[in-house]
């Protein structure tokens, strides 16, 4: 099945720890080379969704000091399929004023079910909108399902899911930020962990143990009878900025949102 690990080629880092009930599938710990693993992660490129303000370029991702960066900067390119008749918003602008990355897993590794961690940092900024992802391999959007497991943006910290058709039906829980500002006036200037438990029966998400949204499965059936959490999925990590983000105009630019690690564990047989 298209992007599912062979477990006899995976090599387990030292640094992920184990757990009991659980195997480890895969992790990256981003402590080798410069930039993301080729053999595991691929990169979106240009104008992608929801009419988001940055070009999306693999020059924005680097690894450094045991960490992924995905950096977003104030800069302008030019957009190489600019075409000023066009309605497509991809094509009718002649610029992108900002760019940032985009990483995924797609065609590389995907998993059903299982324990999905991780580690990281985001700037909780009006105009950025930092997210931790996973889509179904099958289907269409949103008919092979999303899980949000962070989304940042409009100053609240979501957990999401969505399957169905048209704009999909949402299961959502928006927390806002001034909850997470009370506990460390400094909240977002350290690691966090964002989890999901995913089984046949429920998606469990979780930020520092903590958990915000469950999803029963058994009732996320889309119309043609296809139940888009029970494939596997891929991982996305990215930046976006602007659309849904807001106005980015006072972010002190280039902005950098860090991941230690993923980490994806699996029922022990």
């Given at each position: 099945?298209?992007?599912?690990?062979?477990?006899?080629?995976?090599?387990?880092s030292?640094?992920?720890?184990?757990?009991?009930?659980y195997?480890?599938?895969?992790?990256?710990?981003?402590?080798?080379?410069?930039?993301?693993?080729?053999?595991?992660?691929?990169?979106?490129?240009?104008?992608?969704r929801?009419?988001?303000l940055q070009?999306?370029?693999?020059?924005?991702?680097?690894i450094?000091?045991?960490?992924?960066?995905?950096?977003?900067?104030?800069?302008?390119?030019?957009?190489?399929?600019?075409?000023p008749?066009?309605?497509?918003?991809?094509?009718?602008?002649?610029?992108?004023?900002?760019?940032?990355?985009?990483?995924?897993?797609?065609?590389?590794h995907?998993?059903?079910?299982?324990r999905?961690e991780?580690?990281?940092?985001?700037?909780?900024?009006?105009g950025?909108?930092?997210?931790?992802?996973?889509l179904?391999?099958?289907?269409?959007?949103?008919?092979?399902?999303?899980?949000?497991?962070?989304?940042?943006?409009?100053?609240?910290?979501?957990?999401n899911?969505?399957?169905?058709?048209?704009?999909?039906?949402?299961?959502?829980?928006?927390?806002?930020?001034?909850?997470?500002l009370a506990?460390?006036?400094?909240?977002?200037?350290?690691?966090?962990t964002?989890?999901?438990?995913?089984?046949?029966?429920?998606?469990?998400?979780?930020?520092?143990?903590?958990?915000?949204?469950?999803?029963?499965?058994?009732?996320t059936?889309?119309?043609?009878?296809?139940?888009?959490?029970?494939?596997?999925?891929?991982?996305?990590?990215?930046?976006?900025?602007g659309?849904?983000?807001g106005?980015?105009?006072?972010?002190?630019?280039?902005?950098?949102?860090?991941?230690?690690?993923?980490?994806?564990?699996?029922?022990?047989?």
């Open positions: 099945m298209l992007g599912l690990i062979l477990p006899a080629l995976f090599a387990p030292p640094q992920a720890p184990s757990l009991a009930g195997k480890l599938a895969w992790s990256d710990e981003f402590d080798k080379g410069s930039k993301p693993n080729p053999d595991d992660w691929i990169y979106e490129e240009g104008f992608v929801n009419k988001e070009w999306y370029q693999s020059d924005n991702a680097r450094e000091n045991g960490k992924l960066i995905i950096e977003g900067r104030k800069e302008r390119v030019k957009n190489p399929n600019y075409d008749k066009s309605d497509n918003w991809k094509l009718n602008r002649e610029f992108a004023e900002y760019t940032s990355a985009c990483v995924k897993t797609r065609g590389k995907a998993w059903k079910y299982g999905f991780i580690r990281a940092k985001i700037q909780a900024e009006k950025l909108w930092p997210a931790i992802w996973t179904g391999v099958d289907g269409p959007w949103p008919s092979n399902g999303e899980i949000d497991i962070l989304e940042y943006y409009a100053d609240h910290i979501l957990a899911t969505a399957y169905g058709t048209g704009g999909g039906v949402w299961k959502t829980v928006r927390t806002p930020y001034s909850k997470f506990k460390d006036k400094d909240w977002d200037k350290s690691y966090h964002w989890r999901m438990d995913w089984d046949e029966n429920s998606i469990k998400l979780y930020l520092d143990d903590e958990l915000y949204n469950e999803t029963d499965v058994t009732q059936v889309n119309p043609d009878g296809k139940n888009p959490f029970r494939q596997p999925h891929y991982i996305l990590l990215n930046l976006a900025i659309s849904s983000g106005d980015p105009s006072k972010v002190n630019f280039p902005t950098q949102y860090e991941i230690d690690y993923v980490r994806v564990y699996q029922k022990a047989e």
